[in-house]
Nanobody, 119 residues
Framework: QVQLVESGGGLVQAGGSLRLACTAS????????IAWFRQAPGKEREFVAS????????GYADSVKGRFAISRDNAKNTVYLQMTNLKPEDTAVYYCAARVSPDTSFNFWGRGTQVTVSS
């Protein structure tokens, strides 16, 4: 089965940018639909963005549309989340997740990377 590792988190000022990476091992990432989720302190985990196998269809939460962009490089076994114009409310632990089809649950999760946006 696939293992996912997130990287690229950190501390950034409001208005700044970060690029998160989700790198797969064990299986090729090209066989999975990938999504990013986040969980802020005291809040439930929420969907951020998703991309299907071939990268053709992407979805975003309303709160990040126009600011975040998800992409995948199957040759590098990596999915990225480019985050721009960051806001303090984007502060959270960001997780990537994988599933084998749109009809199944996200069964594979990384451990997350912390993003902190200061005002």
């Amino acid at each position: 089965q696939v293992q996912l590792v997130e990287s690229g988190g950190g501390l950034v000022q409001a208005g700044g940018s970060l690029r998160l990476a989700c790198t797969a091992s064990g299986r090729t990432i090209s066989t999975y639909h990938i999504a990013w989720f986040r969980q802020a302190p005291g809040k439930e985990r929420e969907f951020v963005a998703s991309v299907i196998l071939n990268g053709g269809t992407r979805g975003y939460a309303d709160s990040v549309k126009g600011r975040f962009a998800i992409s995948r490089d199957n040759a590098k076994n990596t999915v990225y989340l480019q985050m721009t114009n960051l806001k303090p409310e984007d502060t959270a632990v960001y997780y990537c997740a994988a599933r084998v089809s749109p009809d199944t649950s996200f069964n594979f999760w990384g451990r997350g990377t912390q993003v902190t946006v200061s005002s």
